[in-house]
C-alpha cells in the first residue's frame, strides 16, 4: 500500500467516477483501475463496487476511506512544516465551525492579513457532528462549536474518542437573535413565553439531529412553529422575513449582520463557546493567527452586548 494509492482512492470517492477521477490525477483509467484492484487485493476488501452508473462507496471502503484521508492530510502537514524549501510558505488552512459570525470575521482577518498570491483555505460552516469529524480526520485543523451542561458529556465522549482536545473561548449568556423590526427588539430581555407567536429557526444536524447534537440550546422544548435551514443566510433572512427567532450566543458582527438584534433570554442556561484542536497535530502559523484573531473579534463584539 502506497501513499499514491490512497490519494487515488480519495480522489474516486470524490468524483464518484474512475474516468473522471483518472482525469482529474492525469493517469489513464486503466492504470487507476489496475492501482485500485491491487490495493483492494492487497487490503483483502472491497472498496468500490463498479456500477453502470458509476461507483459506490461500500461500507468497508468508507471505513477505511477515514483511514486514507488522514494519513494523506497527515503527509501534505509533514511536507509543508519540514520541506527543505526555506521560502514555502503555508498555502492550506481549513477551519469547520458551526454558524457563528465571529468565525467569519476571524477568517477574513486572516485572509487580509496574509496577502499571499496563491492560496487555498477553507471555511466550513457545518453540523455538529461534522466539525469534530472534520478536525479528528484532519479535514480541518480547527473545529468551533459549543457545549453546556446538557450536552457537554455527550460532545466530550466524541471529543475524547477523536482524539482532539476542547479549548474554552467564553462563556455566555443566551441571547436571541430576531429582525431590527420585530415587535421585541427593544425589550430589555425575553422569556420563552414572548417568543411563542414567534417561528422558531434553528440549523438542521442530518443523520446527526438528535438533541445533544443541536446548534441551539433547550432544543427538546416543544414549540408550536419550528423551520430548520441548513445556511446562515436563509437564516437570517428568515429571521427577517417572517419576524423569526433563534436561541445563540448574543456575538455577533455589526458590520457583518447589521439588520440582526440580539435580546437576552430570560433563562438559567450558560453557552461555552470554544474551539477543537487535534492532539497529535501542533497548530500551523496560521492556526495560531486565526485562533488570535478569533479571540480579537469575540472581545470586540461581546463589549457591544
Known sequence: MTLQQLKYVIEVARSRSISKAAQNLFISQPSLSNALKELEKELGITIFYR?????????????????????????E?????YSNAP???????????????????????????????EYEFTLRETKT??????????RSEIGILYVNDFNQQ???????????????????????????????????????????????????????????????ILSTLSRPKNIRVTDRATMFNLLIGLNGYTISTGVISRKLNGDIVAVPLKVDETITVGYITHK??????????????????????????
Open 77 to 81: 502537514l509533514l511536507e509543508n512544516r
Open 280 to 305: 497529535n497535530v501542533t497548530n500551523s502559523p496560521l492556526a495560531e493567527i486565526y485562533i488570535h484573531y478569533l479571540k480579537e473579534s469575540i472581545e470586540e463584539e461581546r463589549k457591544l452586548l
Open 51 to 75: 456500477t453502470n452508473k458509476g461507483i459506490l462507496i461500500t461500507p468497508e471502503g468508507s471505513e477505511f476511506l477515514g483511514y486514507a484521508r488522514q494519513v494523506v492530510e497527515q503527509a
Open 87 to 117: 521560502d514555502l510558505k503555508q498555502q492550506h488552512f481549513s477551519v469547520s465551525a458551526q454558524h457563528y459570525a465571529f468565525a467569519v470575521s476571524a477568517f477574513v482577518r486572516l485572509l487580509e492579513d496574509y496577502n499571499r498570491d
Open 129 to 138: 457532528y461534522e466539525i469534530i469529524d472534520d478536525v479528528k480526520n484532519l
Open 154 to 216: 455527550v460532545i466530550s465522549k466524541f471529543i475524547r474518542e477523536g482524539n482532539l482536545t476542547f479549548h474554552k473561548l467564553f462563556d455566555a449568556t443566551p441571547h436571541v437573535f430576531i429582525s431590527s423590526t420585530n415587535p421585541l427588539v427593544n425589550r430589555e430581555y425575553v422569556t420563552l413565553s414572548d417568543l411563542l407567536p414567534y417561528p422558531y429557526l434553528s440549523y438542521e444536524q442530518g443523520d446527526y439531529n438528535s438533541f445533544y447534537f443541536s446548534e441551539e
